[in-house]
Each structure stands twice: as structure tokens, then as C-alpha cells.
């Protein structure tokens, strides 16, 4: 990423950037799918929210996952509206970087997208992910159904003892209903296919999660 700010503490709402009313502009179309960054969604289609690290990398994970529709670089978890990348990157909106997940249920399960979640970071380190360090790289899951919510902490609690296994510690991802999801600048969408060569720090990280299917090439 350009900015690694290492803000470690989130700020509280009457301390967050004010934001703006205007949101930040995006194309109408996704790079890789085909299909529209911005809803509304075609009927049928659920939606997820995942920080998990850098977002180049993470948006790339899952829109190689079939029956996933469509994948867009944004921020939540914060309170500044509208947030840009350098507010975010400051620490001071309360944001993470995410990607929203637009996904047909009658072809890709929640727990598969769990699954490709848990097995491609770290989820073990707080304010950070690898050498990027700050409030905008830690490991969420903003579920937007009650069903999502349980889902996802039973999959936390599935998982935990085989990080441990492998000599890692408490999980502290942040789980929790979705706020307010911002996309990110137009250059953030899908990255990776626009600069194959860029940053990326996600991929698997030898942990296997029981739960999901696992991708197949």
C-alpha cells in the first residue's frame, strides 16, 4: 500500500473525522466480473463484508470464487462518512479496509466465503496485518443478516483451536452487524487486475478452516 500509518488505537465517534455527504465516485463496472460494482442487486443476492489486510489483495480472493457476482474495495467499521484513503490510513475515521462480497446463496455458501476469510491471513493480530501496521489493516467480518452473525462466530469458534495448533494465538477479529459500507476510490477497485504486479500480502496460510468448500482451480 502507499500509506502504513500505525495508529493502534481507535478513535472514538466524538474524535473521528467529520467525512463529507458527497460519496467517492466508482465505475459502473467490475474489471474481472463483468457485472455492476454498485447495487442495487439483482433479487436472490446476498452481501458480505470481510477486512482482512490490504484490500488489493483480499477483493482478488474472492472474486476468483464462483458464484460470487461482484466484489468492490470499501471502508467500515468506523464513523467518519465517506472517509477517503489517506483519512482512513490516519487512523482517525475508525475504519478498516474491506471488501464487500455480492454473492448468489444457491451457488456459493456464507461459510465457503468464511472459509476462503479464515485460510488467506493472520487473524491473530490485531491492528495489523504482516508488516502493515494500523487501525485500518485489522481482521473483521461486518455480517448483514442475523444468520450471517451466527454463522460467522460459530466458524470463529471452529477455527480457533486449529490456530492454536498451528502456535498462534487468540483470533481478534472484530465481528459484528454492518454499519455504513463507503467504496474506496476508483483505483483501489479490483487493483491486482489493473497492476498484476502490485502489492498483495494475503494467501494461504497452511490453516485449514472445517468448515465452507474449499476452491478449486
Known sequence: MFLRYKKLELPTPDKALPGRLIEIPVADTHTVLGTPLKGPWPAGLE?????????????????????????????????????????????????????????DP????????????????????GMRQGNDKG????????????????????SLEAFQPIVKTAGHGAITTEIKPLGAYYYAENYHQQYLDKNP??????????MTCPIGVAKTA
Request: net charge negative.
Open 197 to 206: 504486479g502490485g502489492y498483495c500480502n494475503h494467501g494461504p496460510n497452511g
Open 135 to 154: 487501525t485500518q489493516y485489522r481482521s473483521a467480518i461486518y455480517t448483514t443478516t442475523p444468520a450471517q452473525a451466527k454463522t460467522a462466530q460459530d
Open 47 to 103: 452481501t458480505a463484508v470481510f477486512g482482512m489486510g490490504c484490500f488489493w489483495g483480499a477483493e482478488r480472493i474472492f472474486w476468483e470464487i464462483p458464484g460470487v457476482y461482484s466484489t468492490s474495495a470499501g471502508y467500515a467499521g468506523g464513523f467518519t462518512e465517506n472517509p477517503t484513503y489517506e483519512e482512513t490510513c490516519s487512523g482517525s475515521t475508525g475504519h478498516t479496509e474491506v471488501v464487500q462480497v455480492v454473492y
Open 106 to 125: 444457491a451457488k456459493v455458501t456464507y461459510e465457503t466465503l468464511l472459509k476462503a476469510f479464515w485460510e488467506n491471513h493472520n487473524p491473530t493480530q
